[in-house]
């Protein structure tokens, strides 16, 4: 079989479950447009699912990723569905998201759509395309002036949004709901530090392989110091890299399997003193628990993201990265380190905050 007679086999398999999951859905779902869960071994599609799951009691979420033009809005009437949920995640400037939500309002004419805390893709340089094509954000300008307020991860997507014309709200990432408040300010160097690495389409840095190497010898620098290493993967798909670059430097690696948990995660990213990762959810874990991280800014969603939790400066773009650059940002934020965790706190607990106002209109919204 070849790759687009497979591709389209697989199209046609998601078209046939997601008409399953929308045709039995129970009366008062509403549909999520968001990355495919559960089963997914992607600890941030997990986390930013359950969060609206969190924030949104006795709503159920039927979750899709894209909505099959099978199924006509008689069905879905007699459903009852109440409408359709935007999930979080770097969904706006997205085709496939774009083709979800336009099926979602196709089928569910006259229902609300509803967001707490969407990434904007930034054309400069986006997950899919051509970097510098500003030509699908501009597509789903009709479907956010649909909504009755569009809320955004940070500062960046806000103001990408606004230049667009949508005067969109920064509420925050939807999984800081998931943040501890207690037990964190007393947080004693131990002398760990976290290291996460992925792989990806469109980056700031155009070889993964370079960025591989900067950070193995920025590991060996670490080392040197004195300092214990581990390796972190939050996405089975990048389990191969984490356990290379593990063996490379001699030390443990914690693979996507064993972060299936909010509980685990938690654990894992508090038991260091700070992270270097380039995937943007264990960033957001990380802040979760107020341990303060490097950001590999590997495309600009990861500077939107520390920008709205008071930590821009501490972003390098993977284009940047080399082994003294981190050596020296790690030694700086160590220095500041009580700082940092002052202001992550204090940060979070005002973007779980917004992110929870978010959540009560969304809810009155789609109860009607």
């Known amino acids: 079989m070849t790759g687009s ?48 799951q969190h924030a949104l009691p006795d709503i159920p979420l ?33 085709p496939g998201f774009r083709r979800g939500l336009e099926s979602a309002l196709a089928l569910l004419p006259e229902h609300p759509v509803v967001n707490l805390g969407t990434g904007v893709d930034d054309p400069a340089m986006p997950s899919v395309g051509t970097p510098g094509d500003s030509s699908e954000l501009r597509a789903w300008i009709p479907l956010l002036r649909a909504m009755p307020k569009v809320w955004v991860r940070g500062p960046l997507s806000r103001d990408l949004l606004r230049t667009a014309g949508i005067d969109a709200q920064v509420s925050g990432d939807p999984v800081l709901l998931f943040a501890l408040d207690a037990d964190l300010h007393d947080r004693p160097a131990v002398g760990r530090i976290g290291i996460n690495l992925g792989i990806t389409g469109n980056q700031w840095q155009r070889n993964p392989a370079d960025l591989v190497r900067a950070v193995v010898a920025y590991g060996h620098l670490m080392q040197e110091r004195g300092l214990q290493v581990v390796l972190i993967s939050v996405w089975d798909s990048d389990d191969p890299i984490t356990a290379s670059v593990a063996a490379e430097l001699g030390c443990p690696a914690v693979l996507a399997a064993e972060l299936r948990t909010v509980g685990t995660m938690r654990r894992v990213l508090k038991d260091i003193d700070l992270l270097v990762a ?31 939790v008071g930590t821009g400066r501490w972003t390098l773009r993977t284009s940047e990265t080399t082994a003294a650059a981190l050596a020296a940002m790690t030694g700086q ?36």
């Open 5 to 52: 007679l497979r591709k389209m086999a697989s199209r046609i398999v998601t078209y046939a479950h997601d008409s399953v999951r929308i045709s039995t859905a129970e009366v008062g779902t509403a549909v999520y447009v968001g990355p495919r869960v559960p089963g997914n071994l992607n600890l941030g599609d997990n986390l930013l699912y359950w969060a609206h």
């Open 62 to 94: 039927r979750q899709v990723h894209t909505l099959p033009a099978l199924l006509g809005p008689g069905i879905v009437r007699r459903r009852q569905l109440r409408g359709t949920v935007l999930g979080g995640g770097t969904l706006i400037g997205s």
């Open 278 to 308: 380039q995937k943007l959810h264990a960033v957001v874990g990380a802040a979760c628990v107020a341990t303060p991280s490097i950001a590999l800014e590997y495309r600009p969603k990861c500077r939107d993201f520390q920008e709205s």
């Open 333 to 368: 934020l160590y220095e500041e380190r009580e700082a940092t965790i002052k202001t992550l706190i204090e940060q979070v607990t005002m973007r779980r905050a917004a992110i929870s106002a978010a959540a009560f209109e969304a809810y009155d919204i789609l109860n009607g």
